[in-house]
């Protein structure tokens, strides 16, 4: 399923994308690299695409979601630091 929704300007469509309770993906299609970047930046989703390019494929890249489409991330450096426990231990020596 695929939904098309009109916007005026750029603050528009970020408002209507990220205004969902959900956030797994979210795809930009423009001829302007600056603009999708920009927008991938503002836009609330795990995942983000640009211009067809798809969620990122490999054991290293992280996927996940955010908001109702559920938090953390699988795969890579990002997945693993799920099952880790940062402890901080502090020495006094003399």
Known sequence: M???T???T???AVALANGT???LAAYVHTRDI???LRLASALTAGNVGINGAGA???YAAPFGGVK???YGREGGRHGIMEFLTT???AIALA
């Open 2 to 4: 695929l939904a098309i």
């Open 68 to 70: 109702d489409s559920g």
């Open 10 to 12: 750029e603050e528009e």
């Open 87 to 89: 402890k901080n231990v």
């Open 34 to 36: 600056d603009r999708g």
């Open 21 to 23: 309770r959900y956030g």
């Open 6 to 8: 009109r916007f005026t």
């Open 56 to 58: 990122p494929a490999g």
